[in-house]
């Protein structure tokens, strides 16, 4: 499951790399994944993942805790645990692969020449350049 959604933020990258270095006419099939990869809704979407999977992870170790931390039932602890981790893990991965997306447009931009009017353009993207 992690290494499927690696592969698909390394797509999102791909793309998004593709676009800004303008190496491709521009697909209108791949505009929701520039609106994602660019919008709030990576990061955001990574963050209440994030602390869904740490709120399941403190949880159980909570309810550990009050158990004495002995013997648990692992039927009950696995369908708490594993996806409590599994969501920590990708709503990390979310959230760095938004701050590397900016990053890699930020780079873009730093390296196009000024506008005619000499002033950078500053905010989110549109998504239809």
């Keep these: ?4 959604y690696q592969a698909v933020l390394f797509a999102m990258g791909a793309v998004l790399a593709r676009h800004h270095a303008q190496l491709a006419a521009p697909d209108p099939s791949e505009q929701i994944i520039r609106r994602m990869a660019s919008g709030p809704t990576l990061p955001v ?3 209440v993942a994030t602390i869904t999977g740490l709120a399941l992870c ?3 170790t909570l309810e550990w805790g009050q158990s004495g931390f002995g ?3 692992p039927e009950s602890a696995m369908r ?3 996806p409590g981790v599994a969501l920590l893990l990708m709503g990390t991965q979310s ?3 938004s701050v590397f997306f900016a990053a890699m447009r930020s ?5 196009r020449p000024l506008p005619a009017s000499g002033r950078l353009r500053v905010g989110w993207p549109s998504s239809d350049t």
């Design 58 to 60: 403190v949880g159980l």
């Design 80 to 82: 708490q645990i594993i």
């Design 45 to 47: 979407a990574g963050g």
């Design 107 to 111: 780079a873009f931009d730093a390296s």
């Design 1 to 4: 499951m992690m290494l499927g």
């Design 95 to 97: 959230v760095l692969a």
């Design 71 to 73: 013997a648990l039932n």
